[in-house]
């Protein structure tokens, strides 16, 4: 197999087996002991959900994205997404930490199932990875304690209930303390809404709409080397809002600098600010606004 593509684990026993590991206590969860992991895949996609604080690991590939994990942070992965692993250069390097692993059908029949889909860190990349305080990581640890204590003793009608209990509230946590990191890490954060000011502006300035429409929120973090979801996560702290709305603000503002500062029809602003149908941007410009871009432009112009 070419080393660089991804070995497809599609259960928790296969990845036990792969990693050199006993077979797990339950079939469809399991916390891994990271230190006692043999072998790792240079790449490997996942058929289940991962959770985990790995330490010692060396370098992380997400993408185009590289992190350097010898500090331990915590990181989620959903199914289906491809993690590249680059083994550390300094070969005694002492690994510590853990993986929780849950496959799909364990959460089967519970709400758990669809609420899952609400938590944004799941989609975040490598380099996006919480940051935790020793306080914290021992809230995290005690939950992980409480899971793997659960299954192994037994498996009877209360424990899926009370499993899925602890991972939502894991999960919980896990969202509480990405909130704190969005407001902990301000400089970093704040440069970044700086940036994503910059690139707005400059999108609309240069006429890049007439080219490529109006930004995507896809395009805007792309552009920025965040995921989308954690960009979303970072504005929805700081401002208020999520990078759509930010769009559209900023689409609003160029909106009202043309039909006060110009003769342009709505129809050809319309056009400008990368709309193929004007009656689309009369909507949101009302939506927005509460008048009507002809409104807007009338109401100026008596001002």
Request: charged content about 20%.
């Amino acid at each position: 197999m070419a080393t660089n593509t991804p070995v497809h684990i599609k259960s928790i026993t296969q990845f036990h087996r792969l990693r050199g590991l006993p077979a797990p206590a339950h079939p469809l969860i399991s916390v891994v002991d990271y230190a006692l992991l043999e072998s790792t895949p240079a790449s490997a996609i996942f058929d289940y959900y991962s959770i985990s604080i790995k330490r010692g690991v060396g370098k992380m590939f997400y993408g185009q994205q590289e992190y350097d994990f010898d500090e331990g942070v915590l990181y989620c992965m959903a199914p289906g997404q491809v993690l590249t692993v680059a083994p550390s250069a300094d070969t005694n390097t002492k690994r510590s930490g853990w993986i929780l692993l849950i496959h799909p059908d364990f959460l089967w029949g519970m709400p758990l199932t669809r609420n899952i889909r609400k938590y944004e860190f799941f989609d975040y990349s490598v380099n996006e990875a919480l940051f935790l305080s020793e306080k914290e990581e021992t809230t995290i640890n005690q939950i992980i304690a409480n899971i793997q204590q659960e299954y192994q003793s037994g498996i009877d009608k209360f424990s899926q209930p009370i499993i899925i209990s602890q991972i939502e509230t894991l999960l919980n946590y896990t969202e509480r303390f990405y909130q704190r990191q969005f407001i902990t890490r301000k400089i970093t954060n704040h440069r970044l809404l700086d940036r994503l000011e910059d690139l707005l502006n400059d999108y609309f300035t240069n006429d890049q709409t007439l080219k490529e429409g109006l930004p995507t929120v896809q395009f805007i973090a792309g552009q920025l080397n965040v995921s989308p979801s954690y960009l979303t996560g970072i504005l929805k702290t700081l401002t208020g809002q999520n990078t759509q709305q930010i769009i559209h603000e900023k689409l609003i503002e160029k909106a009202k600098e043309k039909l006060s500062t110009t003769s342009l029809s709505v129809s050809e602003i319309a056009y400008e600010l990368g709309f193929e149908h004007s009656q689309s941007f009369s909507k949101l410009f009302k939506a927005k606004t509460k008048l009507s871009p002809l409104q807007f432009r009338g109401n100026f112009s008596h001002n």
